[in-house]
């Protein structure tokens, strides 16, 4: 079990330091030269057994990344991206290290690792038929073709028997250990290992806003405005105005009744005989006459308005014939009980509006209160803030040594970067050399592929222009007298079909006609119907008029004789209430007013303080500066070209 656990923790130790390397900032050497310094404390087998593999995972990386990428694409779908290492080990091991380890050593190696992981990449990687199709194809693009089934190949596939009982194992310990699970307790949920955040900075305090003063509320609340009287005014003047046109235009109505009876009747039949545009021009004639004018449909629907008032008042009329009684008297009463509950309702409406002043005023005195209450939590607060402010000092003081220790180990840690960057240089040379080669081969048989295709294309072009040089018919003779013999029962030929069109426009042009007659005698008799309806409209209107001034001239006698409204006890005594909490008000506001105080020596004093050390502390940052800058040049020196 311990020989295990050492596997399993070398095999660890090997993941997390292929996590940390990076080939575009690091050479393979430097890397290895780090390892060894951390792996101290190992043993020198177990040191050179770490090192060989981290140094053969890297240079064979290509390799052993074709049977991960692929592994990962079929049978490992869902296992971690964070994995692949691992992985890469195995894959590795397998590969190159298999005779100098042994199957035992190997053996335990992998069952000291997870089982379920193991069991499906060995079970994929050595499948004889992978091993002898896809895998040696890829491997042969990267290596010799021969070399690979000498040295890779084929001791895989002798190993692929022995292997296949290490798989089978494994199986048998996955197939135990789920029925194992399945018989054991339930797991016991373990707590998160999470960070402790940092104390949160005390937060200078903000200085305490002064409060605005209200304003007054202003005189002109409490009255009505002046535009009320002159919109009265104005209202008097356009009502007589509109009684003067409706007048006239009621005198302009019957002008036709003083004509004699035959000019009477010849100008009716005239009118009747008349165009469309004339009976147009009459009615905009009789619709200016009036205050207001109206379309079609307001003219229809004030005339079913009034005829529908007129049949009402026909019924009352038939009623009281009959004996029925006048409710007139009853609609007197009704009136003035309304009037009664307007006059409560005004009342009430006032009294809502003084206790709501009342209420005002117990705020105001209130929130003077209040002010009273602040000022003395203001008092205790300045002193608070003064403590806060000198353990601000010295944790300012604190952070200064800070960042020059750390100002300190970045220049330390930067020293030793040209070396670096030499070695880079000259590896990066190599790499481009290599790669310029590969490319002068490809553009070669690439331009040779281009020439291919291009005589491809000049044959088939000269093809091409052969077949179009051969003469072509384009004149065709049509006769439009025959059918196209299609052998169809509606077949007719062309001079037919045009025959046939001109007698369906005719047989149109004929209904477009009639419809139109048909639309001017509808229009003409909508027209006359509109110029009657007019008739009756300025007759209903006339007698409205004059109904209207009547009960306006009533209500003017009644509002001169009206009586006073007498106010109510309740309003009385609220204006009362409401004139002590304003006299109390302004007693309030002469005691408050005292001039602030001024800030404490002590707090200036520490403020002071304060903006010297931030003032020492902004001073180290130009030097931090520095230290970045030349870290940032010499990573951009490092990156390629």
Not at 94 to 112: C, M, N, Y
Not at 346 to 360: F, P, Y
Request: hydrophobic share 40%; net charge positive.
């Amino acid at each position: 079990m311990v020989k295990m656990v050492s596997h399993g923790k070398h095999i660890t130790i090997i993941i997390q330091q292929l996590n940390k390397f990076n080939p575009e900032n690091q050479s393979m050497e430097d890397f290895l030269n780090e390892s060894a310094k951390m792996l101290q404390t190992l043993n020198v087998a177990e040191e050179k057994f770490v090192l060989d593999t981290l140094a053969g995972c890297i240079e064979y990386k290509s390799l052993l990344d074709v049977v991960v990428n692929a592994f990962f694409a079929r049978d490992g779908r869902y296992c971690l991206i964070s994995e692949r290492n691992l992985y890469i080990v195995i894959c590795y091991l397998a590969t190159f290290q298999l005779e100098e380890l042994g199957l035992q050593h190997f053996s335990r190696i992998v069952k000291s690792l997870d089982t379920v992981k193991m069991h499906k990449f060995l079970r994929f990687f050595f499948n004889a038929l992978y091993l002898n199709t896809w895998i040696k194809d890829e491997w042969s693009q990267l290596y010799d073709s021969l070399y690979v089934k000498e040295n890779w190949i084929d001791p895989l596939l002798r190993w692929q028997p022995k292997v296949q009982q290490l798989i089978e194992q494994l199986a048998d310990k996955l197939s135990s250990r789920t029925t194992n699970v399945k018989i054991s307790t339930v797991t016991q949920p373990k707590e998160f290992n999470l960070t402790v955040p940092k104390p949160r900075a005390i937060p200078v305090p903000l200085p305490i806003p002064a409060l605005e003063k209200s304003l007054p509320v202003p005189p002109s609340t409490y009255k009505p405005p002046r535009e009320k009287k002159q919109l009265e005014k104005i209202k008097t003047k356009n009502r007589q105005k509109a009684e003067d046109l409706l007048l006239k235009a009621n005198t302009n109505q019957f002008r036709c009744a003083a004509m004699k009876p035959e000019k009477a009747e010849f100008e009716q039949q005239d009118n009747m005989k008349s165009r469309p545009a004339f009976q147009a021009q009459k009615i905009q004639s009789r619709i200016d006459n009036l205050p207001i004018k109206l379309n079609a449909a307001a003219i229809l629907r004030e005339g079913a308005l009034y005829q529908r008032k007129m049949e009402q008042e026909l019924q009352r009329i038939e009623n009281l014939l009959r004996g029925t009684g006048d409710p007139s008297e009853f609609l007197e009463w009704q009136k003035q009980m309304r009037g009664k509950d307007l006059e409560e309702q005004l009342a009430e409406i006032e009294c809502r509006r003084l206790q709501g002043k009342l209420s005002h005023e117990e705020a105001v005195l209130a929130h003077q209160n209040v002010i009273q209450e602040n000022k003395k939590k203001a008092d205790l607060m300045r002193e608070e803030k003064a403590e806060l402010m000198h353990e601000y000092a010295e944790r300012c003081l604190q952070e200064r040594k800070e960042m020059r220790e750390l100002v300190e180990k970045v220049v330390e840690g930067h020293k030793n970067a040209k070396q670096a960057k030499l070695k880079l240089q000259k590896y990066k040379q190599q790499i481009v050399q290599e790669v310029c080669e590969e490319n002068r081969e490809l553009l070669r048989q690439a331009l040779e592929e281009e020439e291919e295709k291009l005589k491809k294309k000049y044959e088939l072009i000269q093809q091409i222009r052969a077949i179009e040089s051969l003469p072509i018919l384009k004149h065709k003779f049509v006769d439009l007298t025959e059918t196209g013999g299609h052998g169809l029962i509606c077949e007719m030929s062309i001079v037919e079909l045009r025959e046939r069109l001109a007698l369906l426009r005719e047989a149109q042009k004929a209904a477009e006609e009639e419809k139109r007659d048909q639309i001017i005698q509808d229009k003409q008799a909508k027209e006359q119907l509109l110029l009657d309806k007019l008739d009756q409209i300025s007759i209903f209107r006339a007698e409205l008029g004059r109904a209207a001034a009547l009960k306006q001239e009533e209500k003017k006698r009644k509002s001169q004789s009206g009586e006073r409204q007498m106010k109510d006890e309740r309003i009385l005594n609220l204006q009362r209430k409401i004139a002590e909490k304003a006299m109390e008000r302004k007693k309030q506001a002469g005691l408050l007013k005292i001039t602030p105080q001024k800030a404490n020596t002590a707090s200036r004093k520490v403020w002071a303080y304060i903006r010297k050390r931030a003032l020492q502390s902004f001073a180290v940052l130009p030097a931090l500066a520095r230290v970045l800058a030349y870290w940032r040049d010499s990573s951009k020196s490092l990156l390629p070209a």
